[in-house]
């Protein structure tokens, strides 16, 4: 029981640190206009950052022992962390559109041209939507993933 105990605290520290580095990375793109390769480059550096904190656990502590003591209170943890790794998926497909369009005008090495964004390609409004629901989707899911956790961890090993 001490191994497990040691075991979800280092999952649990993992995963709570990673969510400082979604909001930092959120922050750097929201404050920034335009945004240049340089800026998307450090976004991405936080990001990724706080995938790899929440992914490691995930794949490392929490899919393995899942269906040890599989509950309704495990099962919808495991449903929303799914979710949200089904939004981030989402997000991509508009996030890999956007990046190819933005690159083909090279936006990214020259970002004091004056345009405007939906103006890149008939279909940029349809892509930055799903980069917008994927991340919103993704942040809640994870959120509640999280409180769903936290809750868990809270009742199976300090109570």
């Not at 029981?1 to 649990?12: E, I, Q, S």
């Not at 936080?46 to 309704?72: H, K, Q």
């Not at 495991?78 to 005008?105: N, P, W």
């Amino acid at each position: 029981m001490t191994d497990a105990v040691v075991w979800a605290t280092l999952a649990v520290l993992l995963v709570t640190v990673s969510f400082p580095f979604y909001l930092y990375g959120a922050w750097i793109i929201i404050e920034n206009d335009p945004v240049t390769w340089a800026v998307l480059i450090r976004h991405l550096k936080y990001i990724v950052t706080g995938l790899v904190l929440t992914t490691g656990p995930v794949l490392g502590w929490m899919a393995p022992r899942l269906f040890e003591r599989l509950s309704g209170f495990q099962a919808m943890h495991a449903i929303f962390g799914v979710q949200a790794y089904a939004f981030l998926l989402f997000a991509l497909t508009g996030i890999v559109r956007i990046f190819q369009a933005k690159r083909q005008h090279n936006l990214y090495g020259d970002p004091d041209q004056e345009v405007d964004i939906n103006d890149l390609h008939e279909h940029m409004g349809a892509w930055r939507f799903r980069l917008r629901i994927g991340v919103i989707g993704y942040i809640a899911c994870w959120l509640i993933a999280y409180l769903l956790g936290m809750a868990q961890y809270v009742l199976r090993y300090l109570l």
